[in-house]
């Protein structure tokens, strides 16, 4: 499964943005998707995982209020949007497909490039 993340940028505080991963390859066929970051000097961590219907999602504590997941199954793409934006956002921001809702992504290995946010204070 080929993962093409986009949608980060240079940020001022408080603005938004809308990330968004493609998936693709003969051996995806569905299943969750999920979202990572990973800030300087910092391990990667969970941020939001969406089941395949798009029904079920789990966030993050530190998410839970300002990011929103969301899918589009025709497309085989994630969504990920941020409002609010603060400083302690700027990361990379990976995706993670396929996934399962019982692991979040805690065994997913196959990192595409992700894509960076920066915000300014």
């Known amino acids: 499964v080929q993962l093409q993340a986009s949608g980060g940028g240079l940020v001022q505080a408080g603005g938004s943005l809308r990330l968004s991963c493609a998936a693709s390859g003969r051996t995806f066929s569905g299943g969750a998707m999920g979202w990572f970051r990973q800030a300087p000097g910092k391990e990667r961590e969970f941020v939001a995982a969406?089941?395949?219907?798009?029904?079920?999602?789990v966030y993050a504590d530190s998410a839970k209020s300002r990011f929103t997941i969301s899918r589009d199954n025709a497309k085989n793409t994630v969504y990920l949007e941020i409002d609010s934006l603060k400083p302690e956002d700027t990361a990379v921001y990976y995706c993670?497909?396929?996934?399962?809702?019982?692991?979040?992504?805690?065994?997913?290995?196959?990192w595409g490039q992700g894509t960076q946010v920066t915000v300014s204070s």
């Open positions: 969406i089941n395949r219907s798009g029904r079920s999602t």
């Open positions: 993670a497909a396929p996934i399962t809702m019982s692991t979040l992504g805690a065994d997913f290995h196959s």
